[in-house]
T-cell receptor, first 116, second 120 residues
Framework: KAGVTQTPRYLIKTRGQQVTLSCSPI?????VSWYQQTPGQGLQFLFE???????NKGNFPGRFSGRQFSNSRSEMNVSTLELGDSALYLC???????????????FGPGTRLTVL | AQKITQTQPGMFVQEKEAVTLDCTYD???????LFWYKQPSSGEMIFLIY??????QNATEGRYSLNFQKARKSANLVISASQLGDSAMYFC?????????????????FGKGTHLIIQP
């Protein structure tokens, strides 16, 4: 079974631009979560989508948004990019019918975003 | 207070030795899951092992075992017979909630990680 895929793998943008990252979950997985990883803040939860609805959200500004399609693929968008948005963005999928704390998340390879 | 604490920023271990990576957690939920992930320099997070809060037995997956001490809120990862390929960052993570409260379980909360280096 194919793992979680993320595109693109690398991205360079300038301040003020917007960016869209894509994530395809493991086949059969219905929940997709997004995380930001930076050297200073570590790994932080952005949001989770299930059945095309945002189910949980971390503590990030409204510039960070996402959506999920009917085939469970997900996109996240960051508008008005800032230098501090430079990070590794990781997508994770899980089987999940209920968002149980016991549901294991499997991660993709990440998208490394650099904002100049 | 930090929800996940990993007190070892870095560790050097000789090949073939056993390794214990420390993790303590803080939660008031009764239902939660504890996870360990490995992140090589390539960046991908690799799932290693899971322990549920209601599991009475310690989890094991091949060379990985999780030493779960619920009363002490401790979930240490043990790697037996370490290999050079085990060199990586290791993250302990927790997911709280049982999915019945309407909002679903929270996202994973990660510790700051331990950088493990296996020496030949």
């Amino acid at each position: 079974k194919a793992g979680v895929t993320q595109t693109p793998r690398y991205l360079i943008k300038t301040r003020g631009q917007q960016v869209t990252l894509s994530c395809s979950p493991i086949s059969g997985h219905r929940s997709v979560s997004w995380y930001q990883q930076t050297p200073g803040q570590g790994l932080q939860f952005l949001f989770e989508y299930f059945s095309e609805t945002q189910r949980n959200k971390g503590n990030f500004p409204g510039r960070f948004s996402g959506r999920q399609f009917s085939n469970s693929r997900s996109e996240m968008n960051v508008s008005t990019l800032e230098l501090g948005d430079s990070a590794l963005y990781l997508c994770a999928s899980s089987l999940d019918g209920r968002g149980m704390g016991t549901d294991t998340q499997y991660f993709g390879p990440g998208t490394r975003l650099t904002v100049l | 207070a930090q929800k996940i604490t990993q007190t070892q920023p870095g560790m050097f271990v000789q090949e073939k030795e056993a390794v214990t990576l420390d993790c303590t957690y803080d939660t008031s939920d009764q239902s939660y899951g504890l996870f360990w992930y490995k992140q090589p320099s390539s960046g991908e997070m690799i799932f290693l092992i899971y322990q549920g809060s209601y599991d009475e037995q310690n989890a094991t997956e091949g060379r990985y075992s999780l030493n779960f001490q619920k009363a002490r809120k401790s979930a240490n990862l043990v790697i037996s017979a370490s290999q050079l390929g085990d060199s990586a960052m290791y993250f302990c993570a927790m997911r709280e909630g049982d999915g019945y409260s309407g909002g679903g379980a929270d996202g994973l909360t990660f510790g700051k990680g331990t950088h493990l280096i296996i020496q030949p």
